[in-house]
């Protein structure tokens, strides 16, 4: 019987042959097929003792499953043997105890009615990007130039992964440091430069990968290691002064504004008043001298037990009798979350190069993770017309047909009820997932039979993956090195054996209920936030963020290929160094290698007519 058969290693491949797969994450997939295509899982080892440090490649979703759940320790974080690695005390990298209070502080911050909140300010700051495109657009075509004053494109083409990476840069950074940089204002404008945090973080980031997967980063000529230093230093001492010391000094004016309730004429605040089951917000529009406040309410209030009363009062004279219930109501910026938060052991709080180290993760995630679905999003939607079409009707039915500016406002509850939206990032998710490979270093052996099934525990009936029991070894070669388990998910999301023949193409109907209940291994073979107590933090912030933006996008406009002026399609290039993502004009400049860069786009302005004949459609 095969299941009391002794576990066995997976298939061993030569370390020698396949070093600059592990470190680039680029053929990892087709090392799996070349060497265990049945079970898709593959140990990578020298085949001397001279390197004890063991490999592990797994794209099978049962076997990945089983490691993403089990405890693991900290990767390596540190490089050239002393250069700590980015965010190597982040809550991606990170782990003990202060990673647990890290997590655990993101975990009750980042929490779903939190983001919701966030809707109206995602819509807003999307309302300030499409009145920049606008503007853009109008200006070359009044010119008849391009918008990059490029002669190879027609006026109206956009860059539209310049124009999401500045949207969510801003969005990222103002909710999770209280900075905001503005980068959608500067972008396209001629003589003005990109945020100096943008610049030096992707030049850190660009450094830092480099060393990843240049195969010569540990040889003694190599120079990388002085540029990843100088571009490191740069960036940790932005942070120290213009993020982490900026947000002292507010926190310290904070807390003392709330203790003395000094606010002032526009300051929203939050009035706890009794019997409500909720604070109401408000908007002071008056101070006056004996210390009271007149406020205004932001919204209607929809709740009975309030005594009316009450309300009448302090928006028509003053606060004075209700000054204790007054708090500040913008919510502190994520990292003031972790800046206030101690041990409550130890009671220490967190060093500032665990703090630096936070931020470049929340950027990683919330910034990063978030232009990578969104760009996407807006590269299938451009190639296809149907789901232009179905994803508009959708939006008609949930936010009404009285408005083609793009203005209305986007109530919360209904951005979650987009049934076909959510169709459409599923699988946006799938081909391009925001974490396309997991690293995690074993605690603990592993033992998984390869044909069980994760929710039941079960043996399948009709195996599609064969019965092998295959044991993953924690320790490295004999107990003295590290076991490394990198989890393809990308290598998961694109089998044909999982996905069907048409794996690779793009279709959101596979997303369909009927056809979702019939996915082999549910969703465990879909896993675009990795798994386990290691999963994306921004998973929920990055999506609904998404939905929003392309939300006001769709109901505005109309989205095609960008071309030349010829007719041929502008190519889209994925970056070299980050896998996924697009490659971008500046990232393709400073690489230069002669290489297209951008996500270039025709944007048309939706008609009355186009609302009419698409509602009847």
């Not at 202060?98 to 983001?115: C, G, H, N, Q, Y």
């Not at 070359?140 to 190879?152: I, T």
């Not at 010569?216 to 960036?235: I, Q, R, S, T």
């Amino acid at each position: 019987n095969d299941l009391h058969m002794a576990p066995k290693h997976p298939p061993h491949a030569p370390l020698v042959l396949h070093a600059n797969k592990l470190l680039t994450g680029v053929g990892l997939d087709t090392l799996v097929d070349e060497y265990n295509p049945k079970d898709k899982v593959v140990m990578v080892a020298g085949n001397t003792g001279l390197f004890n440090d063991v490999f592990y490649i797994v794209s099978h979703p049962i076997l990945a499953r089983a490691v993403l759940e089990r405890p693991d320790k900290r990767v390596p974080t540190t490089i050239y043997g002393d250069v700590s690695t980015m965010a190597a005390k982040g809550v991606f990298i990170g782990d003990g105890q202060m990673w647990e209070l890290a997590r655990s502080t993101f975990e009750k911050t980042l929490t779903p009615s939190v983001i919701h909140s966030l809707i109206e300010y995602f819509s807003n700051n999307s309302q300030r990007m499409i009145k920049r495109i606008k503007e853009s657009i109008d200006k070359s075509r009044l010119e008849g130039e391009s918008v990059f004053g490029d002669s190879r494109m027609e006026p109206g083409i956009v860059d539209a992964n310049s124009w999401i990476e500045a949207v969510t840069y801003d969005s990222m950074s103002e909710v999770g440091f209280g900075y905001m940089p503005d980068q959608v204002g500067k972008e396209g404008k001629i003589g003005v430069e990109e945020d100096t945090f943008i610049k030096i973080f992707d030049d850190a980031l660009q450094s830092s990968l480099r060393s990843i997967v240049d195969p010569f980063a540990m040889a003694p000529f190599y120079h990388g290691k002085d540029d990843l230093v100088e571009k490191m230093a740069e960036l940790n001492s932005f942070i120290d002064t213009a993020i982490v010391g900026h947000l002292d000094l507010k926190l310290s004016e904070s807390r003392r504004r709330a203790a003395v309730k000094d606010f002032d004429v526009g300051d929203v605040v939050s009035v706890n008043v009794p019997g409500a089951q909720k604070p109401v917000e408000a908007r002071v529009v008056a101070v006056h001298k004996r210390g009271g406040y007149r406020l205004q309410l932001s919204r209607p209030i929809d709740d009975d037990d309030i005594d009316e009363k009450i309300v009448d009062e302090w928006e028509q004279n003053d606060t004075s009798s209700i000054n204790g219930l007054i708090q500040p109501a913008k919510p502190l910026p994520l990292l003031a979350s972790l800046m206030q938060k101690r041990c409550p052991i130890t009671k220490m709080g967190f060093s500032n190069e665990a703090l630096r180290d936070q931020v470049t993760t929340m950027l990683v995630a919330g910034h990063k993770t978030t232009t990578l679905l969104l760009e996407w999003s807006v590269y299938h939607l451009a190639r296809n017309k149907y789901w232009q079409r179905k994803l508009f009707r959708e939006l008609q039915r949930e936010f009404g047909t009285d408005s083609i500016d793009g203005q209305t406002r986007i109530p919360g509850k209904e951005i979650h009820n987009l049934k076909d939206m959510k169709q459409f990032m599923d699988e946006v998710l799938r081909l391009a997932s925001p974490v396309q490979t997991v690293q995690r270093s074993l605690t603990q052996d592993v033992l998984m039979h390869s044909n069980i099934d994760l929710a039941t525990g079960q043996m399948r009936e009709a195996p599609s993956y064969g019965t092998t029991q295959y044991m993953l070894k924690s320790g490295g070669r004999k107990g003295k090195g590290n076991s490394f388990v990198f989890v393809h998910l990308m290598g998961i999301h694109r089998q044909k054996d999982l996905w069907g023949e048409d794996a690779l193409d793009f279709n959101p109907d596979r997303w369909l209920p009927e056809n979702e209940r019939k996915m082999k291994y549910g969703k465990s073979q879909f896993l675009p936030f990795g798994g386990g107590k290691r999963i994306c933090l921004g998973n929920l912030f990055a999506v609904t963020q998404a939905k929003t933006i392309l939300t006001n996008m769709i109901r505005l406009w109309k989205f095609d290929i960008g071309r030349d002026l010829q007719g041929n399609e502008i190519p889209v290039n994925v970056d070299p160094d980050d896998l996924a993502a697009v490659l971008s004009v500046k990232r393709a400049k400073r690489r230069q290698k002669n290489e297209q860069g951008g996500l270039f786009v025709k944007l048309e302005d939706r008609t009355p007519q186009d609302w009419l004949s698409y509602d009847r459609e």
